[in-house]
């Protein structure tokens, strides 16, 4: 299954927009891309899916390439209580199976 | 939005005893679960796909005739940890898929085998 390869951590300010980029070279053609916010001792609670170009939701947009070899999460104006980890698991289509990576720990500071 | 209900929320055994985790799909059928286990600040790793109605499937490396998991019907799955050592200690979660190819996470539970 592909793994996907996302910065280990980010610092951002309140009000400030958010890109979180994640690699998955070797995303398979039934793969989705899906996001996740964890807080500590939670679940994941899902963010937002994609296949292919763009899609936007209310809290957040995700941006996939042509080639699909990597995304980006885009979460506009941050505010302290979007301090949290990130993960984006592809999703296998056929399986459903969610392959998480190494998350991003998402800073937001006063 | 679709719901799952993991219990307990977190559990203190002995070891040498076995502890069992329930999941549950609150608002839709689940015919697949799966169970993740998470060490602290690490990702979640995937251990076992459940299939209602027929046998777990385990990842590599993970013990089936540790980690037993159930899944009777559609709303429905447990985790059974049997013979809890303190490696065991750890932070397992559930996630289950309806048929409309929906993914919920439950909240959690923190197991601590002293």
């Known amino acids: 299954l592909a793994k996907t390869t996302q910065p280990i951590s980010m610092d951002s300010y309140e009000g400030q927009e958010v890109n979180i980029t994640c690699s998955h070279n070797?995303?398979?053609?039934?793969?989705?891309i899906t996001w996740y916010q964890q807080f500590p001792s939670q679940g994941p609670r899902f963010i937002i899916q994609?296949?292919?170009t763009k899609v936007t939701n209310e809290v957040a947009s995700l941006f996939i390439p042509a080639d699909r070899k990597s995304s980006t999460l885009s979460l506009p104006r941050v505010s302290l209580s979007d301090t949290a980890v990130y993960y984006c698991p592809l999703l296998e289509g056929n399986t459903g199976k969610l392959i998480f990576g190494q998350g991003t720990t998402l800073q937001v500071k006063p | 939005g679709a719901v799952v209900s993991q219990h307990p929320s977190w559990v203190i055994c002995k070891s040498g005893t076995s502890v069992k985790i329930e999941c549950r799909s609150l608002d839709f059928q689940a015919t697949t679960m799966f169970w993740y286990r998470q060490f602290p600040k690490q990702s979640l790793m995937l251990m076992a796909t459940?299939?209602?109605?027929?046998?777990?499937?385990?990842e590599q490396g993970v013990e089936k005739d540790k980690f037993l998991i159930n899944h009777a019907s559609l709303t429905l799955s447990t985790l059974t940890v049997t013979s809890a050592h303190p490696e065991d200690s750890s932070f397992y979660i559930c996630s289950a898929r309806g048929g409309s190819g929906g993914s919920a996470f439950g909240s959690g539970t923190r197991l601590t085998v002293v």
């Open positions: 459940s299939n209602e109605g027929s046998k777990a499937t385990y």
């Open positions: 994609g296949y292919k």
């Open positions: 070797n995303i398979a053609t039934n793969d989705y």
